[in-house]
C-alpha cells in the first residue's frame, strides 16, 4: 500500500491507502474523492482524471499517448499535469500529492 494525497481545488486533502499497482485515478474513485470524474475508466480518451503532480515525484514521463491527450483534452493544463489513470502505484511514490483542478475536461 501506498499513501495517496489528493487535494481539491479549495485545499481539502484527502489522504487514501492505495494498493501498489492500482492507478491513481482508481484510487480515488474507490475511495469517493471528488473530482476525479474518470469517464473512460482509465482507457486514456477523456482526461477527466486529469491531476497536478506536486514536484519531486518519481514517476516516469508521461507516454506519447497521456502527452497528446493532455495537449487535446485536459482544462488548464501545466507542466505537471497528468491523467491518473496513467499512474500507476508503487511503494516508491508513497505520498504522491495530487491536486485535482478546478475544472476538468
Same mark, same amino acid.
Given at each position: 500500500?501506498?499513501?495517496?494525497?489528493?487535494?481539491?481545488?479549495?485545499?481539502?486533502?484527502?489522504?487514501?491507502?492505495?494498493?501498489?499497482?492500482?492507478?491513481?485515478?482508481?484510487?480515488?474513485?474507490?475511495?469517493?474523492?471528488?473530482?476525479?470524474?474518470?469517464?473512460?475508466?482509465?482507457?486514456?480518451?477523456?482526461?477527466?482524471?486529469?491531476?497536478?503532480?506536486?514536484?519531486?515525484?518519481?514517476?516516469?514521463?508521461?507516454?506519447?499517448?497521456?502527452?497528446?491527450?493532455?495537449?487535446?483534452?485536459?482544462?488548464?493544463?501545466?507542466?505537471?499535469? +497528468? $491523467?491518473?489513470?496513467? %499512474?500507476?502505484? /508503487? =511503494? #516508491?511514490?508513497? +505520498? $504522491?500529492?495530487?491536486? %485535482?483542478?478546478? /475544472? =476538468? #475536461?
Amino acid at each position: 500500500m501506498a499513501t495517496i494525497v489528493y487535494v481539491s481545488p479549495d485545499d481539502v486533502r484527502h489522504e487514501v491507502e492505495v494498493p501498489v499497482g492500482m492507478t491513481v485515478m482508481s484510487g480515488a474513485l474507490q475511495n469517493n474523492v471528488p473530482g476525479i470524474d474518470a469517464e473512460c475508466g482509465g482507457c486514456l480518451s477523456c482526461a477527466t482524471c486529469h491531476v497536478y503532480v506536486d514536484g519531486g515525484a518519481d514517476l516516469p514521463p508521461p507516454s506519447k499517448d497521456e502527452a497528446e491527450m493532455l495537449d487535446a483534452v485536459a482544462a488548464s493544463r501545466r507542466p505537471e499535469s +497528468r $491523467l491518473s489513470c496513467q %499512474i500507476v502505484v /508503487t =511503494q #516508491s511514490i508513497d +505520498r $504522491l500529492i495530487v491536486r %485535482i483542478p478546478e /475544472t =476538468q #475536461s
